[in-house]
């Protein structure tokens, strides 16, 4: 023990003289007086983000864009729960409001006006739990597009609910009652417009809330559908970049859709003017990579390996990671192209928007591989000219599919075509093999399923394809020494910080173009 340094420690204050005498005092002082400052500043944070969400709250909710995108708070499921708790709260109140409206109205009149439609918490739909899964894929932004002008508030609504004057009173309730044919077309206002109604300003209001949410529930509905329109499957701003394309004369016209798939929505489109930089097919696909988060946050297992990607990743937003899924088919598809695999041609990007050659003809997509019917012959040879693309992606691209099936082989011009490559790894990425194996695994048992007596079994064709000589005689382990091997590469990259080719056993290393 250390007298002076005892005595010294309540009145000294942390100088660094002082730190220097007192050894176990100093660190304890030193982070107390630290963390303080920390919780304090974290609170504040806390609290000014709890603030923002609860301001941008209707957005959060109905929109793509809210404060989840940004990526700063992922984690908001209950805070989300919260909202909609209160929400439910605030549609029963309001359902109990409109139905005291609705008798004020009616009093004793023989007729009667109904407002069962503009409850919110409708009998058939008091279920909610859909909407808890759905509502980030809502395209459609209610709340900022097209809200219909209204006169100035002040003069009826700021005095609350006691409107003085009868005229007042009478020419705002038809003008309320004239708005309701602002609402979206689709939502039934009944023909109130018709009558001489005349709705309260807080009746109109509601109404209008809900004519919005019924908007975003019809949106929702329709996103469902396999075959949704092309205006309804984007974001405004796709939307925007689409309409760009189409006026730039890049595109001729765009068709409609072809596909909507978790993570991308694909349409077809007629090409248009071919210029002198850029060649424009005559037919072309546009995939769009969704912008919603929910299914690309279990891919981050491809691209945060990736070495190509590695460094971006982490200072990356969300947002921009889904461009560049988009720039990884890209740049994959490009390296197909130059190795001459059959496959898309990229004609451009922009954002997350890809425009391709288009795998079909006058609109009509290729079939893909697992929904043709192929004669006997012509199944042999899309059998070889998979494996010879399969060791062409790997040798010449450096490249391994990673989703590798007949869902992503078409069957065009007598023969198979591969698309959808955002997810295509270097075979040097931590779980490359892995992926290799599992493509190895989906075409093998398609082959042979479909009567190719020829077809490798999945093992054999891993060997064929990456031209190692894994020779464990069973699946666990030649999955095992694959990942022996994966791991090797890592250890490799951690002690000298650069991929090297160690995969290859006959002296054909792998292609490190970048
Ligand atoms: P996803 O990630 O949604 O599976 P894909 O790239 O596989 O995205 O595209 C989805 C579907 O769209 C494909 O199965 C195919 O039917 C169609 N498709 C995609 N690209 C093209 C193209 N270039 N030409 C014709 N059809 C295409
Ligand atoms: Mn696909």
């Not at 912008?291 to 491809?302: H, I, P, Q, S, V």
């Not at 009509?364 to 998979?386: F, I, N, R």
């Not at 891993?462 to 382990?477: K, P, Q, R, W």
Request: hydrophobic share 35%; proline share 5%; aromatic share 8%.
């Amino acid at each position: 023990m250390d007298p002076v340094g005892v005595a010294a420690a309540p009145d000294a204050g942390p100088g660094p003289a002082w730190r220097t005498k007192c050894p176990w005092g100093a660190p304890n002082t030193t982070s107390i007086s630290c963390s303080l400052a920390d919780v304090m500043s974290e609170q504040l944070a806390k609290e000014l983000q709890l603030e923002e969400e609860n301001a941008a709250f209707p957005e959060v909710v109905a929109v793509a864009e809210g404060p989840f995108i940004t990526g700063e708070n992922v984690d908001t499921s209950s805070d989300l729960m919260l909202a909609q708790m209160l929400q439910m709260e605030f549609d029963r109140e309001y359902d109990a409001q409109l139905r005291r409206e609705e008798k004020k109205i009616n009093g004793d009149s023989k007729v009667s006006i109904s407002f069962e439609n503009y409850r919110k918490v409708h009998p058939y739909d008091s279920d909610s739990s859909e909407d808890e899964v759905d509502w980030q894929d809502t395209r459609h932004d209610p709340y900022r597009a097209d809200k219909p002008t209204t006169t100035p508030r002040k003069g009826f609504i700021g005095k609350g609910k006691d409107i003085t004057t009868k005229h007042d009173e009478v020419v705002c309730g038809r003008k309320n009652t004239a708005r309701m044919e602002n609402f979206a077309p689709e939502f039934q206002v009944g023909d109130g417009i018709g009558m001489d109604l005349k709705l309260s300003n807080q009746v109109f209001n509601a109404l209008k809330q809900h004519a919005y949410s019924e908007e975003r529930r019809s949106a929702r509905l329709h996103e469902k559908k396999e075959h949704s329109t092309a205006e309804k499957a984007v974001d405004p701003k796709t939307r925007l970049l689409l309409y760009k394309m189409v006026n730039a004369g890049m595109l001729e016209t765009i068709t409609g859709c072809i596909s909507t798939g978790k993570e991308s929505v694909v349409f077809h489109a007629y090409g248009g003017n071919t210029t002198e930089d850029k060649v424009i097919p005559p037919e072309c696909a546009i995939k769009v990579f969704k912008t919603t988060l929910n299914e690309f946050k279990n891919r981050d297992k491809y691209i945060k390996d990736d070495y190509r990607f590695k460094d971006r990743f982490s200072k990356l937003n969300p947002r921009k990671i889904i461009r560049m899924w988009a720039e990884k088919e890209m740049h994959n598809l490009t390296r197909m192209q130059n190795a001459g695999i059959p496959c898309p041609q990229v004609v451009i990007l922009k954002k997350h928007v890809l425009v391709m050659s288009f795998i079909g003809q006058d609109q009509v997509p290729a079939p893909k591989l697992k929904d043709v019917t192929l004669s006997s012959e012509d199944m042999k040879k899309a059998y070889y000219q998979v494996l010879n693309m399969m060791q062409q992606l790997y040798k010449e691209c450096n490249l391994v599919h990673a989703d590798l099936s007949e869902y992503n082989m078409l069957w065009h011009d007598g023969k198979v075509w591969l698309i959808d490559v955002s997810q295509s790894v270097e075979p040097t990425h931590p779980h490359g093999l892995e992926f290799l194996f599992r493509d190895c695994r989906n075409v093998s048992q398609f082959f042979q399923k479909g009567g190719v007596a020829e077809a490798l079994k999945e093992r054999e064709l891993f060997n064929a394809v990456s031209g190692l000589n894994i020779t464990a005689d069973n699946e666990v382990d030649f999955q095992e020494e694959i990942e022996a091997l994966e791991k090797m590469n890592e250890d490799h990259v951690q002690n000298h910080g650069k991929k090297l080719s160690m995969f290859s056993s006959d002296g054909d290393p792998p292609i490190y173009d970048e």
